[in-house]
């Protein structure tokens, strides 16, 4: 279960002051307290902070100040694919493409590009008009993007399906088919494609947010899932990741397992 | 039609262990013996490495055993020296290490001094220039009270010194740690008190290149499933990123092997099992051969006959 830590975001205020400051004090801050807490990846995300035309330089200069502080691989998340690509260059570590939906002309730019700097790359079960409703629909995008992996030559491990969660208090009947897609999805190929969801998504504007992302984390993680962009600092949650890798004869057990876990 | 062949790739290999020390290392060892690292399954040499070829430890006993006379009679009249008899061992035997366990120390037996155990090492030390693997006796008190005694004398040999168990572990682990010895983790056929006990060794301070597992191995026909499947779980952990579970395992084959009757009765008794004499030699080559299958690292032997044989059997194995 790889936990991809979602905090350095320009949606949040701190960073997004600091996007717009140059000051990568609370970038690093984030950047060492989300690995303390657990996460194997951290994601990057500018958000609206910072204008179109200066992105390509800005994710330059949030990998950059990240890599001085932390050793974590990064996802690059932005629907910018030349911030992406100047983010790709600098990058020490292999890194993950977040994301492609499925629209020819993105999979034409994108999944060479993981090709090309030997990333991973987080495909989204969507295209142009939108999220589908239920898990078929889903997981026929999903087709989609392994076709693609195929003919561009990503490994399947490098490709995760996103099947989109929505908040659980607006889009109620979208989780369980989530769930089911998941498990779909892990039949489509031989090695499977690995899948990923931005968790915290499940919980917006609801109330008990943290037991509402945990809950739902632990049946994702029985239905198939391999990744998610989370709060690297609920501990609780954490502690739901590594309980899930301990029920699914993952890891072997032992009486320390959550600290083992966390220590890797 | 072609033939692709599958090859699994594994995130992570066993951690080396290095045994004993040389004068320049602190030690009064003539070489050290490297054991583990791993990166596949055993033998697989096609799809990783195996640098390190498995090692065998012959037993000595500070006192004179009370072991069946088809392996006394090999060993001869140096039973009751354990410098001649470790000596005779890498002499004679090709030993690669000489694993010496204090039966002698017992308080129901001899009750031998933590002094008097210190001074038979440092003679044993003195008398061959492999590395010693040294134990103290089953009782977990007085094995403490040996086992610091010995740390201490022979400090700076890097001895794998046994052995740790979960209900009894810091003193040796502190000695270990003061003396810079090499530990032996023992858990009881069970994978998950194996993985708690290197952690809690661990988090002492002792690292993890400084621990070997031994997972208590059963002999043939009495269990040895059992840790085979254990040891077979463990290698998998060890491949697959678990640095619980990644350390090299040694297992006690001479004691166990030659517990079973079938390697200590004679064809009068049981005309059915045929002679003794092939019967015993391979009730603990078959125990040996077995687990090398599942990763063990150091064999724990006792009849040379079966050190020939198991010699052969790694030779040939590790033959690309």
């Given at each position: 279960m ?7 975001n320009?949606?949040f ?5 600091a ?7 609370p970038?690093q801050?984030w ?6 807490g657990?996460a194997?990846?951290?994601?990057v995300?500018?958000?609206p ?18 890599q001085?502080v932390?050793?974590?691989p ?10 992406i ?5 600098v ?23 993981a ?54 208090n607006v ?5 369980p088919?989530?769930l089911?897609?998941?498990r779909q999805?892990?039949?489509l190929?031989?090695?499977?494609p690995?899948?990923v969801?931005g968790?915290s998504?499940v919980s917006?504007?609801?109330q008990d947010r943290?037991l ?5 984390l632990a049946?994702?993680?029985?239905s198939g ?5 989370m709060?690297?600092?609920?501990d609780?949650l ?8 301990i029920?699914l ?7 320390s ?8 | ?6 090859k699994?790739?594994y ?6 262990v ?17 054991v583990?690292?791993d ?5 697989l040499?096609?799809e990783?490495?195996?640098p390190?070829?498995?090692v065998?430890?012959?037993?000595v006993?500070?006192?004179v055993?009370?072991w ?11 039973l009751?020296?354990?410098a ?10 090709g030993a690669d ?19 008097d155990?210190a001074?038979i090492?440092r ?5 061959v220039?492999?590395p010693?693997i040294?134990?103290?006796c089953?009782?977990p008190?007085k094995?403490?009270?040996v086992?610091?005694a010995?740390?201490e ?8 010194i046994?052995?740790a ?5 810091k ?5 270990a ?17 194996c ?16 621990i ?5 191995v ?7 499933e059992?840790?085979?499947s254990?040891m ?14 990644s350390?090299?395992m040694?297992?006690n ?5 030659n517990r079973c009757?079938?390697?200590y ?6 005309p ?5 004499a ?23 032997m ?12 790694i030779?040939?194995?590790m033959?690309?």
């Amino acid at each position: 279960m790889l936990i991809i830590g979602e905090r350095i975001n320009g949606m949040f205020t701190d960073i997004g002051d600091a996007l717009r400051n140059k000051d990568p004090k609370p970038l690093q801050y984030w950047a060492v307290k989300q690995e303390e807490g657990g996460a194997h990846y951290l994601d990057v995300n500018s958000g609206p902070a910072i204008p179109t035309e200066e992105r390509v330089a800005a994710y330059e200069w949030m990998v950059k100040v990240i890599q001085e502080v932390s050793e974590l691989p990064l996802v690059l998340d932005s629907t910018n694919y030349n911030a992406i690509e100047a983010g790709l260059k600098v990058c020490k570590r292999p890194a993950i493409i977040n994301s492609c939906p499925v629209e020819q002309v993105k999979i034409e730019r994108v999944f060479p590009m993981a090709i090309q700097y030997n990333a991973g790359l987080i495909g989204l079960t969507m295209d142009k008009q939108g999220i589908p409703k239920d898990a078929e629909n889903r997981v026929a995008f999903a087709m989609e993007l392994v076709a693609a992996a195929d003919e561009y030559g990503l490994q399947m491990e490098d490709l995760f399906i996103d099947p989109l969660i929505l908040p659980v208090n607006v889009a109620q009947e979208h989780a369980p088919e989530v769930l089911e897609s998941l498990r779909q999805v892990k039949m489509l190929a031989n090695p499977a494609p690995r899948t990923v969801l931005g968790l915290s998504n499940v919980s917006q504007k609801a109330q008990d947010r943290s037991l509402i992302n945990r809950t739902f984390l632990a049946m994702a993680i029985s239905s198939g899932l391999d990744a998610a962009i989370m709060n690297a600092n609920d501990d609780e949650l954490v502690d739901v990741a590594a309980t899930c890798q301990i029920l699914l004869n993952r890891s072997i057990y032992a009486d320390s397992y959550l600290k083992v876990f966390r220590a890797r | 039609m072609s033939v692709t062949l599958v090859k699994e790739r594994y995130a992570s290999k066993v951690g080396e262990v290095v045994l004993g020390a040389t004068p320049e290392q602190g030690g009064t060892r003539t070489a050290t013996v490297t054991v583990g690292g791993d990166s596949a399954l055993p033998f697989l040499h096609f799809e990783g490495q195996m640098p390190n070829r498995p090692v065998i430890a012959m037993e000595v006993t500070d006192i004179v055993p009370a072991w069946q006379e088809l392996i006394t009679r090999q060993i001869g009249d140096v039973l009751n020296d354990p410098a001649a008899w470790a000596k005779k061992c890498v002499d004679e035997f090709g030993a690669d290490l000489i694993f010496l366990k204090f039966d002698g120390a017992d308080p129901e037996g001899e009750n031998r001094s933590p002094e008097d155990c210190a001074r038979i090492v440092r003679e044993v030390l003195a008398a061959v220039g492999v590395p010693l693997i040294v134990e103290g006796c089953d009782d977990p008190a007085k094995n403490n009270e040996v086992m610091t005694a010995i740390a201490e004398a022979a400090a700076g040999e890097n001895l794998l010194i046994g052995f740790a168990e979960q209900d009894n572990y810091k003193s040796i682990v502190a000695a270990a740690m003061v003396h810079k010895h090499t530990l032996i983790a023992r858990s009881p056929l069970d994978i998950n008190i194996c993985k708690q006990l290197n952690i809690l060794i661990n988090e002492m301070g002792l690292p993890l290149n400084k621990i070997i597992i031994d997972p208590t191995v059963a002999g043939l026909g009495f269990g040895i499933e059992y840790v085979y499947s254990i040891m077979e779980r463990a290698r998998l952990g060890a491949l697959a990123n678990d640095k619980m579970l990644s350390m090299p395992m040694i297992c006690n084959i001479g004691s166990e092997a030659n517990r079973c009757k079938e390697a200590y009765v004679s064809a009068e008794e049981y005309p059915g099992w045929g002679d003794l004499a092939d019967r015993s030699v391979l009730w603990e080559a078959v125990t040996a051969s077995g687990v090398l299958q599942v990763g063990a690292s150091i064999l724990v032997m006792r009849n040379p006959a079966a050190v020939r044989l198991v010699r052969k059997n790694i030779a040939d194995l590790m033959s690309e």
